[in-house]
């Protein structure tokens, strides 16, 4: 999949590299918390009752991915870009369309103000520890 939705974390990888300079331990605590924020989110997605979900199968394939500081949400299946993003595809030859749907898009929108205020709680917890103030 080319066209991931993924959780804005601007500014994370310059800053676990920071934190990997300081104490190596904090660069693992800050992707240990975006992955669960990832796999929270990741959950919504599975238990949303939005279409493209018939079987399931679409829903369970929902995964999660944490690297150089940024959260993504995708699915493992080949069908995953056109459902959530729209399209056609041409089996046999003949074009079926599909609508745009942002199934993934909308739970990541919809937890973005959560996410914002935990990820500010563990780097406000980690400036008192260190005394960044």
Do not use: C, H
């Amino acid at each position: 999949m080319t066209r991931r939705p993924a959780i804005d974390t601007s500014g994370i990888s310059d800053l676990l590299r920071d934190l990997r300079k300081i104490d190596k331990r904090l660069g693992a605590s800050l992707v240990k918390e975006l992955r669960d924020v990832g796999n929270e989110t990741r959950d919504k997605v599975r238990n949303s009752t939005a279409p493209p979900y018939r079987t399931g199968k679409m829903r369970r394939s929902v995964r999660t991915g944490v690297r150089r500081g940024a959260i993504t949400l995708y699915s493992n299946l080949p069908q995953g870009d056109v459902l959530e993003w729209g399209g056609s595809i041409k089996p046999r030859g003949v074009p079926i369309e599909f609508p745009r749907t942002e199934f993934v898009r909308k739970e990541v929108a919809a937890s973005s103000e959560g996410t914002e205020a935990r990820l500010s709680g563990l780097l406000e917890a980690t400036a008192a520890r260190y005394s960044f103030e």
